[in-house]
């Protein structure tokens, strides 16, 4: 069985540990298992609006609010002016 290396706590400081590199293929490592679509594929969705609106009570909304977590590691401005999934 593989060993699963656990994540990043972001409020640890350990995410500041990380190279650039690094945190990009943890963003996109995350977006192949949540969506099965690449990092930069998610990133054009996300810039185009494609998630604007959902609701936390969906699975795609669920799966949004995952990413966004990933999304502050490695662009934070774009989780400033972008589009979370709202309640309805």
Do not use: C, K
Request: proline residues 8%; aromatic residues 10%.
């Amino acid at each position: 069985m593989a060993q699963r290396i656990p994540a990043p706590d972001l409020f640890d400081g350990s995410v500041d540990d990380l190279s650039e590199p690094e945190r990009w293929a943890i963003f996109d490592a995350d977006a192949r298992r949540l969506f099965a679509i690449s990092g930069e594929e998610f990133l054009r969705r996300w810039d185009a609006g494609a998630y604007h609106g959902l609701s936390e009570d969906t699975l795609e909304g669920r799966r949004v609010n995952d990413m966004v977590f990933s999304l502050l590691i490695v662009s934070p401005e774009r989780v400033d002016s972008g589009h979370p999934p709202t309640s309805p």
